[in-house]
């Protein structure tokens, strides 16, 4: 079985959780703060705050540029739904804009429609490792006022004319295991605003400064040192891991371009793709439905993934909160998209099997 996703953990990961498992420090401590210093000068930022997942990283990222109740925040039907939920987490309320075909990302073009007298930021997602239009979405927002969190969850590493993701404005990544890099679970936020970063600090402990003394309402958001410990390792493999990747991606593209029907991963000019995931569309001209596809991969072995087949909009909650948006694009996209693996520990033999299984569909 070639599996949609698969750790890549190391023996230096694991002597890095020994060596702290031996020190006694086991909570947040001096590997976090070592973690946070590599990760901002990888990405380009001032700051980077590490905290236990993408999710609380997207919630304190809210809170720490004051949006509440009666906000509204403009953000992706076309993503894993924390994104939206973290908006609902600070009592705001979510205002969803249809996505870009080709990349899958928010559509610029359609932000401003969805302006009011009550946005107070815009949550843009770069999805499946390709970077949104961020200078273009940075710049509506200048012109409105508004605050831009940054969801880069799936795409560490990726980046905007050379300038990494986590470097523009206020940033959230998530280090799940199925990520580019993993610390088995947690998140971290960058930013460029000291302000931003000491509101983050003091939300993810309690609201405390000095132990047992709290200024405000905090959270315990924190990330352990085993955690932080994974993380500096991996950090240091990242960049081949996502050359990897893109190897990968462009062994498939070599066998399933001149597929008819089959719509492969476009990248932006100007950007780097990191493929979290190698996300193709299976359009009616294939002559096989989504469905019938998915079931000749499992029988040949090939793990497959669906992100996301609902789109947010759709999804139980959120229309018993009454939305009724029509989004046609995200709708369109939910129906045809198919991720293939793409992870580092696929091999060239693996790829070339699985675009060979595709072809002969």
Not at 101 to 108: G, M, Q, R, V
Not at 272 to 293: K, L, M, N, W
Not at 354 to 360: C, L, P, Q, R
Request: hydrophobic share 40%.
């Amino acid at each position: 079985m070639i599996p949609i996703a698969r750790p890549q953990i190391g023996k230096e990961e694991k002597q890095a959780v020994l060596e702290v498992l031996e020190s006694g420090m086991l909570a947040q401590g001096s590997k976090v703060l070592e973690f946070e210093e590599r990760f901002a000068n990888f990405v380009g930022a001032k700051y980077a705050m590490a905290v236990s997942s993408g999710t609380a990283a997207l919630h304190l990222s809210l809170l720490a540029h004051g949006v509440g109740p009666g906000d509204e925040v403009i953000t992706s039907p076309f993503s894993f739904i924390a994104s939206a939920n973290a908006i609902l987490f600070v009592g705001a309320t979510p205002v969803f804009v249809d996505i870009e075909p080709d990349y899958f990302c928010l559509d610029p073009a359609l932000i401003e429609k969805k302006i009011s007298k009550k946005t107070k930021a815009i949550i843009p997602v770069d999805l499946y490792g390709h970077p949104c239009q961020i200078k273009e979405i940075l710049k509506i927002a200048r012109e409105h006022n508004l605050v831009v969190v940054e969801d880069a969850c799936q795409a560490h590493g990726a980046a905007v004319g050379g300038k990494r993701v986590g470097s523009f404005t206020t940033t959230c990544f998530s280090f799940y295991p199925t990520k580019n890099m993993t610390t088995g679970e947690g998140g971290m936020v960058t930013t460029n605003s000291h302000q931003i970063a000491e509101r983050i600090n003091l939300l993810r402990e309690h609201g405390s400064r000095v132990r047992y003394y709290h200024d405000i309402l905090g959270f315990n958001f924190r990330m352990t040192d085993i955690a932080a410990a994974i993380g500096i390792e991996q950090l240091k493999k990242l960049e081949k891991f996502n050359r990897q990747r893109i190897k990968n991606a462009e062994c498939l593209a070599r066998k399933l371009n001149d597929i008819s029907g089959i719509i492969t991963p476009k990248v932006r000019n100007g950007c780097r793709h990191v493929f979290h995931q190698y996300t193709i569309r299976i359009t009616p001209d294939f002559g096989r439905s989504r469905d019938e596809v998915v079931e000749i991969l499992k029988k040949n072995g090939i793990g497959l993934g669906i992100y996301y087949p609902l789109p947010i909009h759709k999804q139980k909650v959120y229309q018993r909160l009454g939305y009724r948006d029509k989004l046609p694009m995200a709708e369109k996209m939910s129906k045809q998209v198919l991720s293939l693996p793409i992870h580092p520990g696929v091999t060239k033999e693996n790829s070339a099997f699985i675009a060979e299984t595709m072809a002969k569909l």
